[in-house]
């Protein structure tokens, strides 16, 4: 018989379909690997959905989109020739009943449109061609409004009867961010508005379907290379919604490996239960060697049996990860960009197997070893430790099932360098608490002896032989720091928007503005309000298409935080420095210049394109290219909430072009309503945007977000807490020990739990400062590092945060500690 099929046969024999002694290690396993899987079957889901509806969600299969134009005879004609060719307008505009108005997101539409999916309204299946007097709104306008079909609304300048409510606009997603509800009607109608002018901020889409079998990437290359200054931006139906991809990928990203952190630290409560399983083992394994078995099938019958547990921890933990995908969709609702339908992604489940795997392997390979290696003699003696095995047998299973975990990481990952960051981070804080529990047990080693006996023996029961101080000390370590993590990320982002954004955002936000109009659009205000401050800035739209001597077309991936180069941004000019920027590289240029064109460029754009002062910097404006030269650099107060332009053009480079004015207006509470309403009547071409409905809006999406993290980091929040209980387990038979002598000796139960007592308070208490600096210290980084908002915790909900925190931990412990009370000294002893 060979060795294995030995080993099986006494492994199967000693199992227990209880798991009984295992049950942490399925249960560590079954947390990390359960989290593992449901992220990324999640991410994996809605990827997978948005690449299914690409089609309907863009509105086609290629879309061609420009600012402030429409397209030219030739460019319509080269579109022709792609396929069939759906038009659609997009602009910001206001919605206007009587005296009530709600900015929304108007869009004219051709008679083809839309070219996949279904336009749905309420009370029909699907909606008619529209006339130029009949517009389609959403139902969050027709609920503000307080209107259904047939009412009267006016938008700019003609007046519309709603013909319906839509229920289900196919290329909602694709549309992207909107400051409100949609309102669709036609080009016609469009052009009854007055809205569209020369100077107008819109945006014209021509949507194609191609032919079947053609390929839409070729069909945009051929488009962009015959018209390659055209300012055009392009998608495809395979990236129809780029932006909520990128989000829902790089946020996954992130959460897996929240996840993944909590899988390692589940991992040394792994570590400790299998230990805590070996050291009840100890009579079975002297008795096989004591029979002649070799320290090799002692080594194979436990690796068998934690391999048979730990595979079922994994197998139940990908079965929870899928079913909980669909229980996820249900709970988030609109919060996901789409909802996905229910699959079983076979890429994260093998994903999470495999680190599953390896983390067990890693935590498990030195107990096992040392179990083979340790003679009967000791085993039977009681001294499982009285040998320990050479590091140069384990370290190569740990190191290595470490680098591969690493490995997998970091090929896995959308940024390997954010990845490595954050693994890095995690492995300092583990070193760190480490270190940390070392310095514990030495320091109470070198404590003098108390004439207190309760606090003599806890002391002493930090430092003495075979004590699990390191293991407690990572365990709650970890427990408090992410307790204080979580409060100071969530306190810090509450206050910056309920504070801060809103004292210095202004009121009102007011687009399309004549230039030849301004003196009166700012009387019509200061008529009505009480010393408003009002700020005006020329606003254009454009297209990065080359700096320096790179093009932006021939760029294969834009490099990590260059946004600005995604498509079209806004575009100003100013004879002076605008409020809310400082200059931090060369110099602004004089008023009244009249030299070559010149740009200032936001700092961190210049940092990531590696620009120089002096560097040419190519644009699109109206379909033009124009080229200047890089005058300075700038830093921008983003959270002011103002306009705050990537680029500042000198005027003579971009004053030319037909241009309105967008505003700021910052007022007294309570304003708003009557400043809206006196200016509608005189300017029906201006959108004004409160911006107290834009700070919801950003609200609610950050809310999201902080309750994404606080998820993924209470499952790391649980592996801490299976690694307390894998350390008291793992202590259990000392502990006993400790108890039952003190009992013989006269002791009571309670005084035996004080003395539990009193050491988990002085952990709890010296981790509690431990916790505060690295939790408190992690939260500045995400805040202002990450999010880029001012430091403004809570400390009063921090400090509470972290007393439950202990308190929940002293509690486990006690609870763990209590059927030591419950061993009878005369039994305990005849089997220690």
Same mark, same amino acid.
């Given at each position: 018989?060979?060795?294995?099929?030995?080993?099986?046969?006494?492994?199967?024999?000693? !199992?227990?379909?209880?798991?009984?002694?295992?049950?942490? $290690?399925?249960?560590?396993?079954?947390? /990390?690997?359960?989290?593992?899987?449901?992220?990324?079957?999640?991410?994996?889901?809605?990827?997978?959905?948005?690449?299914?509806?690409?089609?309907?969600?863009?509105?086609?299969?290629?879309?061609?989109?420009?600012?402030?134009?429409?397209?030219?005879?030739?460019?319509? @004609?080269?579109?022709?020739?792609?396929?069939?060719?759906?038009?659609?307008?997009?602009?910001?505009?206001?919605?206007?009943?009587?005296?009530?108005?709600?900015?929304?997101?108007?869009?004219?539409? =051709?008679?083809?449109?839309?070219?996949?999916?279904?336009?749905?309204?309420?009370?029909?299946?699907?909606?008619?061609?529209?006339?130029?007097?009949?517009?389609?709104?959403?139902?969050? $306008?027709?609920?503000?409004?307080?209107?259904?079909?047939? &009412?009267?609304?006016?938008?700019?300048?003609?007046?519309?009867?709603?013909?319906?409510?839509?229920?289900?606009?196919?290329?909602?997603?694709?549309?992207?961010?909107?400051?409100?509800?949609?309102?669709?009607?036609?080009?016609?109608?469009?052009?009854?508005?007055?809205?569209?002018?020369?100077?107008?901020?819109?945006?014209?889409?021509?949507?194609?379907?191609?032919?079947?079998?053609?390929?839409? *990437?070729?069909?945009?290359?051929?488009?962009?290379?015959?018209?390659? *200054? /055209?300012?055009?931006?392009?998608?495809?139906?395979?990236?129809?919604?780029?932006?909520?991809?990128?989000?829902?990928?790089?946020?996954?990203?992130?959460?897996?490996?929240?996840?993944?952190?909590?899988?390692?630290?589940?991992?040394?409560?792994?570590?400790?239960?299998?230990?805590?399983?070996? *050291?009840?083992?100890?009579?079975?394994?002297?008795?096989?060697?004591?029979?002649?078995?070799?320290?090799?099938?002692?080594?194979?019958?436990?690796?068998?049996?934690?391999?048979?547990?730990?595979?079922? /921890?994994?197998?139940?933990?990908?079965?929870?990860?899928?079913?909980?995908?669909?229980?996820?969709?249900?709970?988030?609702?609109?919060?996901?960009?789409? @909802?996905?339908?229910?699959?079983?992604?076979?890429?994260?489940?093998?994903?999470?197997?495999?680190?599953?795997?390896?983390?067990?392997?890693?935590?498990?390979?030195?107990?096992?070893?040392?179990?083979?290696?340790?003679?009967?003699?000791?085993?039977?003696?009681? %001294?499982?430790?009285?040998?320990?095995?050479?590091?140069?047998?384990?370290?190569?299973?740990? %190191?290595?099932?470490?680098?591969?975990?690493?490995?997998? #990481?970091?090929?896995?990952?959308?940024?390997?360098?954010?990845?490595?960051?954050?693994?890095?981070?995690?492995?300092?804080?583990?070193?760190?608490?480490?270190?940390?529990?070392?310095?514990?047990?030495?320091?109470?080693?070198?404590?003098?002896?108390?004439?207190?006996?309760?606090?003599?023996?806890?002391?002493?029961?930090?430092?003495?032989?075979?004590?699990?101080?390191?293991?407690?000390?990572?365990?709650?370590?970890?427990?408090?720091?992410?307790?204080?993590?979580?409060?100071?990320?969530?306190?810090?982002?509450?206050?910056?928007?309920?504070?801060?954004?809103?004292?210095?955002?202004?009121?009102?936000?007011? !687009?399309?503005?004549?230039?030849?109009?301004?003196?009166?659009?700012?009387? *019509?205000?200061?008529?009505?309000?009480?010393?408003?401050?009002?700020?005006?800035?020329?606003?254009?739209?454009?297209?990065?298409?080359?700096?320096?001597?790179?093009?932006?077309?021939?760029?294969?991936?834009?490099?990590?935080?260059?946004?600005?180069?995604?498509?079209?941004?806004?575009?100003?000019?100013?004879?002076?420095?605008?409020?809310?920027?400082?200059?931090?590289?060369?110099?602004?240029?004089?008023?009244?210049?009249?030299?070559?064109?010149?740009?200032?460029?936001?700092?961190?754009?210049?940092?990531?394109?590696?620009?120089?002062?002096?560097?040419?910097?190519?644009?699109?404006?109206?379909?033009?290219?124009?080229?200047?030269?890089?005058?300075?650099?700038?830093?921008?107060?983003? =959270?002011?909430?103002?306009?705050?332009?990537?680029?500042?053009?000198?005027?003579?480079?971009?004053? =030319? @072009?037909?241009?309105?004015?967008?505003?700021?207006?910052?007022?007294?509470?309570?304003?708003?309503?009557?400043?809206?309403?006196?200016?509608?009547?005189?300017?029906?071409?201006?959108?004004?945007?409160?911006?107290?409905?834009?700070?919801?809006?950003?609200?609610?999406?950050?809310?999201?977000?902080?309750?994404?993290?606080?998820?993924?980091?209470?499952?790391?929040?649980?592996?801490?807490?299976?690694?307390?209980?894998?350390?008291?387990?793992? @202590?259990?038979? #000392?502990?006993?020990?400790?108890?039952?002598?003190?009992?013989?000796?006269?002791?009571?139960?309670?005084?035996?739990?004080?003395?539990?007592?009193?050491?988990?308070?002085?952990?709890?208490?010296?981790?509690?400062?431990?916790?505060?600096?690295?939790?408190?210290?992690?939260?500045?980084?995400?805040?202002?590092?990450?999010?880029?908002?001012?430091?403004?915790?809570?400390?009063?909900?921090?400090?509470?945060?972290?007393?439950?925190?202990?308190?929940?931990?002293? &509690?486990?412990?006690?609870?763990?500690?209590?059927?030591?009370?419950?061993?009878?000294?005369?039994?305990?002893?005849?089997? !220690?």
């Amino acid at each position: 018989m060979s060795d294995w099929r030995l080993a099986w046969r006494l492994a199967r024999r000693e !199992l227990d379909l209880r798991f009984r002694g295992l049950r942490l $290690l399925l249960a560590c396993l079954f947390l /990390g690997v359960g989290a593992l899987a449901a992220i990324g079957s999640l991410t994996q889901a809605i990827d997978t959905e948005l690449a299914s509806r690409g089609s309907a969600i863009l509105g086609g299969d290629v879309e061609f989109a420009a600012s402030q134009r429409a397209a030219t005879q030739a460019e319509r @004609a080269a579109m022709a020739r792609l396929g069939t060719v759906s038009e659609t307008i997009r602009m910001q505009a206001m919605a206007v009943r009587g005296t009530n108005s709600v900015p929304i997101e108007l869009k004219g539409v =051709d008679a083809v449109y839309p070219l996949y999916g279904t336009l749905a309204l309420r009370g029909e299946t699907s909606a008619k061609s529209l006339d130029a007097n009949t517009v389609l709104i959403g139902p969050a $306008l027709a609920e503000r409004l307080g209107i259904g079909r047939g &009412a009267q609304l006016r938008l700019g300048t003609a007046a519309f009867t709603v013909g319906g409510i839509v229920t289900s606009e196919p290329d909602r997603l694709g549309e992207g961010f909107t400051f409100g509800p949609v309102a669709i009607v036609s080009l016609d109608g469009i052009a009854r508005t007055g809205l569209v002018q020369p100077g107008s901020l819109y945006e014209s889409k021509y949507r194609i379907r191609l032919p079947t079998g053609a390929s839409p *990437t070729a069909a945009t290359d051929r488009f962009k290379a015959a018209f390659a *200054t /055209g300012g055009w931006e392009t998608k495809t139906r395979d990236r129809a919604a780029p932006g909520a991809e990128r989000f829902v990928d790089r946020m996954g990203q992130f959460l897996l490996l929240v996840g993944l952190s909590a899988l390692v630290i589940a991992g040394i409560g792994v570590g400790n239960g299998v230990s805590s399983y070996l *050291t009840a083992r100890r009579g079975s394994i002297a008795a096989l060697k004591v029979l002649g078995a070799t320290s090799g099938i002692v080594a194979r019958i436990y690796v068998l049996q934690v391999a048979v547990v730990a595979g079922m /921890g994994i197998a139940a933990g990908l079965i929870a990860g899928v079913v909980t995908v669909p229980l996820i969709v249900w709970l988030a609702g609109d919060v996901l960009p789409v @909802a996905p339908r229910f699959t079983v992604q076979a890429a994260p489940l093998a994903l999470a197997a495999a680190y599953g795997m390896l983390i067990a392997l890693a935590f498990t390979a030195p107990p096992l070893i040392e179990a083979g290696q340790i003679p009967a003699a000791g085993l039977l003696r009681g %001294l499982p430790g009285e040998r320990r095995v050479p590091q140069r047998q384990t370290l190569p299973w740990v %190191l290595g099932a470490g680098a591969a975990v690493v490995a997998l #990481a970091l090929s896995t990952a959308e940024q390997p360098l954010l990845s490595a960051g954050f693994l890095a981070a995690v492995a300092v804080v583990l070193a760190m608490l480490a270190l940390f529990g070392w310095g514990v047990r030495r320091g109470a080693a070198l404590l003098p002896r108390s004439r207190r006996p309760l606090l003599r023996l806890a002391v002493a029961g930090l430092h003495r032989p075979g004590a699990r101080t390191g293991t407690l000390v990572v365990a709650l370590g970890l427990g408090l720091t992410l307790f204080v993590l979580l409060a100071g990320i969530r306190t810090s982002i509450d206050a910056n928007i309920a504070r801060t954004v809103p004292n210095r955002a202004p009121a009102l936000f007011a !687009l399309d503005v004549p230039p030849d109009r301004e003196a009166e659009f700012r009387r *019509t205000i200061e008529g009505i309000a009480t010393h408003p401050v009002i700020r005006t800035v020329p606003a254009m739209r454009g297209t990065i298409t080359g700096y320096g001597t790179t093009r932006v077309a021939d760029l294969k991936t834009l490099p990590e935080g260059a946004w600005a180069l995604r498509g079209e941004r806004g575009l100003t000019y100013s004879a002076t420095l605008p409020e809310g920027s400082e200059l931090t590289a060369g110099r602004w240029w004089p008023r009244n210049y009249r030299g070559p064109p010149l740009v200032s460029i936001d700092e961190r754009l210049a940092k990531v394109l590696d620009l120089k002062i002096g560097d040419p910097l190519s644009y699109t404006l109206l379909g033009v290219e124009r080229t200047a030269r890089i005058a300075s650099f700038r830093r921008i107060s983003w =959270d002011t909430l103002g306009f705050n332009f990537v680029m500042v053009f000198s005027p003579n480079a971009i004053e =030319d @072009a037909p241009h309105n004015l967008a505003a700021t207006i910052d007022l007294a509470p309570g304003q708003e309503s009557i400043v809206m309403r006196a200016l509608l009547p005189r300017f029906p071409s201006v959108s004004v945007i409160e911006v107290r409905g834009v700070l919801g809006q950003v609200r609610a999406i950050v809310t999201q977000m902080a309750t994404a993290i606080t998820a993924a980091a209470s499952v790391a929040i649980l592996a801490g807490i299976a690694v307390l209980i894998g350390a008291i387990a793992a @202590a259990r038979e #000392a502990r006993t020990y400790d108890g039952v002598i003190l009992r013989t000796l006269g002791a009571t139960r309670w005084q035996v739990l004080g003395v539990q007592a009193l050491e988990y308070a002085f952990l709890s208490v010296v981790l509690s400062v431990l916790a505060l600096l690295l939790g408190l210290g992690g939260a500045w980084y995400v805040v202002t590092q990450l999010f880029t908002f001012e430091w403004l915790p809570d400390y009063a909900t921090v400090l509470v945060t972290l007393l439950g925190g202990a308190g929940l931990t002293m &509690a486990i412990g006690l609870i763990g500690a209590w059927p030591i009370l419950g061993a009878r000294p005369a039994q305990a002893l005849r089997q !220690l």
